[in-house]
């Protein structure tokens, strides 16, 4: 079944950096597209950034994290990555990788908790 696992989230002060990481499996994860969503205490559910995949790589990133956020892809180690920079107060949240585009996604992760305070 599939199984996605997320991990790297944390504390860190705001204008700081965070690596998060999620390793798949269970289905062959170069054939799909990936996506990072998030929630907010509070709040909805919002994408933040999906990977095109079957070879594409093409990347879209939500206007809110634009220039601070990356994503990227390993096909050979079956791992997706977000990379954030210059984080905010506002980028609290939980962080879920997801099977799928934006959120129409199939399966998502436990989530991992990043926190952005001083």
């Known amino acids: 079944q599939v199984q996605l696992v997320e991990s790297g989230g944390g504390l860190v002060q705001p204008g700081g950096s965070l690596n998060l990481s999620c390793a798949a499996s269970g289905f062959d994860f170069k054939s799909y597209s990936m996506t990072w969503v998030r929630q907010a205490p509070g709040k909805d559910l919002e994408w933040v950034s999906t990977?095109?995949?079957?070879?594409?790589?093409?990347?879209y990133v939500a206007r809110t994290v634009k220039g601070r956020f990356t994503i990227a892809r390993d096909d050979a180690k079956n791992t997706v990555f977000l990379r954030m920079i210059s984080l905010k107060a506002e980028d609290t949240a939980v962080y879920y990788c997801?099977?799928?585009?934006?959120?129409?996604?199939?399966?998502r992760g436990q989530g991992t908790q990043v926190t952005v305070a001083s």
């Open positions: 990977i095109k995949g079957d070879g594409g790589r093409e990347e």
């Open positions: 997801a099977k799928g585009v934006g959120l129409n996604y199939v399966a």
